[in-house]
């Protein structure tokens, strides 16, 4: 009886371990601070799949955003959606426009006092409204967005009331300053709310000056709250495509090439080049921003500039086809994919990725020029030949040992029309009938003369 009671006792026990081991939850923080761009979505996405690897039990967005690119955001306010664990965001000063998007996606926020949260029209980089192709689409996303979040339906007065948790159509207002809505907003004016407002108008759950105050207000106690940090591997890639380091690198590849074709060989010029090209590729094809397309488009283009210098005399199709390929492909390299319905979004990037690669590709030639002049005219260098090869010393420009044979009998190897080959004793000679007749094939000649080591020979009569 006493054994059975010191198991109960031990099962008890364990029992109680384990349900304070599961009140030990884990809350995963990710900062969405910056735009909303591409490095943005590759952080958090990420961030999320971390959290799902280490089972959080709930992602805490701490967001202050003036917005970005519709693309990102659109990305962004999918990987919420489909989270299988909930997300909570807390606004510490700014959810504007994509920010605004992405908050609405969460299935709870809270705001710090003095934050805002709306005004999510379209615009361009000069800060102007998109067309309304644009600002439908926008408003279809937010709409479907503020749908997500679910709606109740209720009997009044008998009658049936369809209440959103989040109006869609005050969602839409934000993008849309045509949208009227009584108590809300007059026509003219996009949407943007204060926390006060906002939580009147079902568009914030509670208000916040820290992330406890938002764990207190879910009523979380005991949870783990660990923010995401990038990896090592995070930092190299995002030393790599830094622009400034982009730009040294294609220098050197532009370098490298130049150097390559005014040097004979395979030597360091190209190597660099070549080492060069792996890092400016190799990280911007691990974020997903370089695809197959770039680098078989680069490699094309470099074996067309090969083929236009050593093959094809002048500079025509094949030369300017390569500029255009190894230009393009580094420029293209250095943006994400560019989805058609969203083009005016990466004009900007589209512009500042071609400044980058014409105008280090530019510094690079001018360079290459003058130190080349300096180096391959230099003889401290191994670059160029600069022995004297003087008669006096003995060295002539043609062949001289047919003179060997003047005044000796051969025969022809060939027929002599007038020009062809005779035979000496066992050496070979390119000849000349002396008079300018024809010879057969087999006839016996005497070597008449050598001038400038031409062989000139004339027919033996029989």
């Known amino acids: ?59 805490l967005l701490h967001m202050n955003t003036y917005g970005g690119m519709v693309v990102y955001a659109d990305s962004l306010r999918s990987l919420v959606l489909d989270s299988p664990v909930p997300v909570w965001v807390w606004v510490d000063n700014n959810a504007a426009s994509a920010g605004a998007l992405i908050a609405l996606a969460c299935d709870r926020i809270y705001m ?6 709306g005004a999510a029209t379209v615009v361009n980089t000069s800060g102007e409204a998109m067309p309304d192709k644009y600002q439908s689409y926008m408003r279809s996303m ?23 948790k989040r109006d869609p159509r005050i969602a839409e207002a934000m993008v849309d300053e045509r949208i009227s809505i009584e108590g809300v907003t007059d026509s003219g004016q996009v949407v943007t709310f204060t ?3 906002a939580m009147r108008h079902g568009f914030c759950d509670g208000m916040a000056e820290s992330v406890e105050e938002v764990l207190h207000a879910e009523g979380v106690e005991g949870y783990t709250v660990r ?20 730009g040294l690198l294609v220098m050197i ?36 921003l370089a695809g197959n397309w770039e680098i078989v488009a680069f490699v094309v283009g470099v074996l067309l500039l090969l083929l236009e210098v050593f093959v094809i005399p002048g500079f025509g199709v094949a030369g300017i086809s390569g500029i255009v390929l190894v230009v393009g492909a580094l420029v293209m390299a250095g943006i994400d994919d560019v989805p058609w319905e969203f083009v005016g979004d990466f004009v900007y990037y589209i512009l500042e990725s ?23 005219g230099s003889r401290r260098w191994a670059f ?6 003087r008669a006096e010393d003995g060295f002539v420009g043609v062949d001289m040992s047919g003179c060997e044979a003047v005044g000796k009998v051969g025969v022809t190897l060939t027929d002599l029309r007038p020009g062809g080959k005779v035979a000496v004793n066992k050496d070979v000679y390119d000849a000349v009938s002396l008079a300018g007749e024809y010879i057969e094939k087999g006839k016996a000649v005497s070597v008449a003369k050598c001038s400038n080591g031409q062989v000139y020979v004339e027919e033996l009569k029989d």
């Open 195 to 197: 926390p006060h407002e």
């Open 142 to 164: 937010i709409r479907a967005t503020a749908q997500a979040q679910g709606r109740d339906t209720v009997r009044e007065n008998g009658r049936v009331t369809v209440r959103w």
């Open 112 to 117: 710090r006092e003095g934050a805002n949260i």
């Open 354 to 376: 071609l400044l980058l690669v014409v105008g280090a590709s530019l510094w690079a030639l001018v360079l290459s020029m003058w130190l080349g002049a300096k180096m391959l």
């Open 384 to 389: 160029a030949l600069h022995a004297e090869q």
């Open 1 to 59: 009886m006493k054994a059975c009671k010191k198991w109960y006792l031990v099962c008890l026990l364990l029992l109680l371990a384990a349900g304070a081991l599961r009140a030990e939850g884990l809350v995963y923080r990710v900062e969405v601070r910056d735009e909303v761009g591409p490095s943005m979505w590759r952080m958090v996405k990420r961030a999320f799949e971390e959290s799902w690897r280490e089972g959080a039990d709930a992602v």
């Open 227 to 246: 923010a995401y940090e990038p990896t090592t591997m995070d930092a190299v890639v995002g030393f790599l495509i830094n622009p400034v380091l982009r």
């Open 253 to 288: 590849i532009v370098g490298g090439i130049y150097f390559e074709l005014q040097t004979p060989g395979v030597g360091f010029p190209l190597a660099a080049a070549v080492g060069a090209c792996l890092l400016y590729f190799a990280p911007l094809y691990v974020e997903g």
